[in-house]
Nanobody, 124 residues
Framework: EVQLVESGGGLVQAGGSLRLSCAAS????????IGWFRQAPGKEREGVSC????????YYADSVKGRFTISSYNAKNTVYLQMNSLKPEDTAVYYC?????????????????WGQGTQVTVSS
């Protein structure tokens, strides 16, 4: 059974930090790229960051560049999203997802598996 389980969300003040984790199981981790997405109330789900397990390529949305860092620990089939200098506009449910693709990492439809999400709330 494929599973993606996010953890690490919570409530933090603006300027603070959180580290999200995505633990994957049930598929060949090294064959997939793992992406982080977020969805705020009333908004579409948007791509935040992505890491390709096979070649280590990293992708970031412009809105988080320089503040968020994605990394993976392949031995534990886990991907992390370190979020620093958080802003109220980062408030959303954050999801991790797994997919196989060559580009356009930010497209929701390219991902095969999704986690249940973890809430991140940044207070001003």
């Amino acid at each position: 059974e494929v599973q993606l389980v996010e953890s690490g969300g919570g409530l933090v003040q603006a300027g603070g930090s959180l580290r999200l984790s995505c633990a994957a199981s049930g598929f060949t981790f090294d064959d997939y790229a793992i992406g982080w997405f977020r969805q705020a109330p009333g908004k579409e789900r948007e791509g935040v960051s992505c890491i390709s397990s096979s070649d280590g390529r990293l992708y970031y949305a412009d809105s988080v560049k320089g503040r968020f860092t994605i990394s993976s620990y392949n031995a534990k089939n886990t991907v992390y999203l370190q979020m620093n200098s958080l802003k109220p506009e980062d408030t959303a449910v954050y999801y991790c997802a797994a997919g196989i693709f060559g580009s356009s990492w930010y497209l929701v439809g390219l991902y095969d598996y999704w986690g249940q999400g973890t809430q991140v709330t940044v207070s001003s």
